[in-house]
């Protein structure tokens, strides 16, 4: 299995920061036929489903607010988050889809300073 | 516009097995592929299986092999689940989530969840 490593457990931040959130794949997610990355990035609120915000590791799902920026490649990939808001204090997850089974981060709790 | 709706909270007892479906509109079912996920609350997300509406195959985490069965109903756009055996491991909220593509793909629509509890 593909071991999603993601850091840090929890960030504090105040509004306006910017924040970066780190996965670390076991494996590379590239898939040779395509050149993509299959590395996705979900946004969770409590009491709610995930939320794509970005796949293919960087390319960002229509309507997600442009401060959410995802980048990486071989193993390591990094969820940045600029000029925090209000709304953005949710758990963050990474998610390999390259092979069975598909894999999640153990998650990120953005929290309020 | 695509929805996935999953049904209600389920409360049952240790040793017994519960259905829970996801209906879905807003798309070609019938061509399309869904994967269920496990989340225990206050834990990350494991992926239990997929299957391809299309013709019932089915592809599982070796985890939840003889816990999980997926089946579909494409007259009417539902994909279900069953779990059997049920212990108080299995308390958890459960999802469906539509995943793009032709498989091994990212998923982009998710049902709101359900909630099982085993407990006696």
């Known amino acids: 299995d593909i071991v999603m490593t993601q850091s840090p457990f929890s960030l504090a931040v105040s509004e306006g920061e910017m924040v970066t959130i780190n996965c670390k794949s076991s494996q590379s997610p590239l898939s040779s036929g395509n050149q993509k990355n299959y590395l996705a990035w979900y946004q969770q609120k409590p009491g709610q489903s995930p939320k794509l915000l970005i796949y293919y590791a960087s390319t960002r799902r229509s309507g997600v607010p442009d401060r959410f920026i995802g980048s990486g490649s071989g193993t390591d990939f990094t969820l940045t988050i600029s000029d925090v808001q209000a709304e953005d204090l949710a758990d963050y997850y990474c998610?390999?889809?390259?092979?069975?089974?598909?894999?999640f981060g153990a998650g990120t709790k953005l929290e309020l300073k | 516009q695509v929805k996935l709706q999953q049904s209600g909270a389920e409360l049952v007892k240790p040793g017994a097995s519960v259905k829970l479906s996801c209906k879905t509109s807003g798309y070609t079912f019938s061509t399309s592929y869904m994967s269920w996920f496990k989340q225990i609350p206050g834990q990350s997300i494991e992926w239990i299986g997929m299957?391809?509406?299309?013709?019932?195959?089915?592809g599982y985490n070796q985890k939840f092999k003889g816990k999980a069965t997926l089946t579909v109903d494409t007259s009417s756009s539902t994909a279900y689940m069953d779990l059997s055996s049920l212990t108080t491991e299995d308390s958890a909220v459960y999802f469906c989530?539509?995943?793009?593509?032709?498989?091994?793909?990212?998923?982009?629509?998710w049902g709101q969840g359900v909630m099982v509890t085993v407990s006696s």
């Open positions: 299957i391809y509406a299309g013709d019932g195959g089915t």
């Open positions: 989530a539509r995943e793009v593509g032709d498989g091994y793909d990212y998923f982009d629509y």
């Open positions: 998610l390999q889809h390259y092979s069975y089974p598909y894999t």
